[in-house]
């Protein structure tokens, strides 16, 4: 089935400096890939999303890259600001025979962005 | 007001006992996901669901059950199998099993005591 592995685990940053997260996937056939932002305490909210026919896609300070070739894909986050801290989750939505329709999630980045 | 809701907050077990986690959604979905989560592992995935009346294991779905009887409902029970079923649980929705987001519950905090 399909596995997702995120790196890193922890991230600290000053604030105004970019952080990157990085996520592989495994199934080829997965075409959908969302980013997830939890607060302490709160569920967690779509922050960005990209589908397999695009390679980048940007949001105001974020953004996200997908190489399919190599199965890998990342958050960009510029001029970071204290409320960017949270917990990222990214995720690989499958398409494969067995894995059609299945959300699976990588294991979470811890963002601290100090002050 | 439209959304996902889970029921309760908090929830308390014995050991032995099967608890049912409740899940509600008015969005209209046909996709529903259980998912467990852990310091440091991440949301897991217990069971999904991608219409009525149909649902898939997860990752991790040894010691829970679901059923799918309605469109908006999703109920998962922890069972007396489940060796360490203390912890978050969250239910999310998407419009279906295709590339459309997944919105989230506030979560279920279940603790065996």
């Known amino acids: 089935g399909e596995n997702v592995e995120q790196h890193p685990s922890t991230l600290s940053v000053q604030e105004g400096d970019s952080a990157v997260i990085k996520c592989t996937y495994s199934d080829s056939a997965s075409n959908y890939f969302p980013w997830y932002k939890q607060e302490l305490g709160k569920r967690p909210q779509l922050i960005i999303d990209?589908?397999?026919?695009?390679g980048e896609k940007k949001d105001q300070r974020i953004a996200v890259t997908l190489n399919k070739t190599a199965k890998h894909f990342s958050l960009h986050i510029t001029e970071t600001q204290p409320e960017d801290s949270a917990v990222y989750f990214c995720a690989a939505k499958g398409r494969g025979s067995s894995n059609t329709g299945k959300l699976i999630f990588g294991q979470g980045t811890t963002l601290q962005v100090k002050p | 007001d439209g959304g996902i809701t889970q029921s309760p907050k908090y929830l308390f077990r014995k050991e032995g006992q099967n608890v049912t986690l409740s899940c509600e959604q008015n969005?209209?979905?046909?996709?529903m996901y259980w998912y467990r989560q852990d310091p440091g592992q991440g949301l897991r995935l217990i069971y999904y669901?991608?219409?009525?009346?149909?649902?898939q294991k997860g990752d991790i779905a040894e010691g829970y059950s679901v059923s799918r009887e309605k469109k908006e409902s999703f109920p998962l029970t922890v069972t007396s199998a489940q060796k360490n079923p203390t912890a978050f649980y969250l239910c999310?929705?998407?419009?279906?099993?295709?590339?459309?987001?997944?919105?989230f519950g506030q979560g279920t905090r279940l603790t065996v005591v």
């Open positions: 999310a929705s998407s419009l279906n099993g295709g590339d459309t987001e997944a919105f």
């Open positions: 669901s991608q219409i009525v009346n149909d649902f």
């Open positions: 990209i589908r397999s026919n695009v």
């Open positions: 969005l209209n979905h046909d996709a």
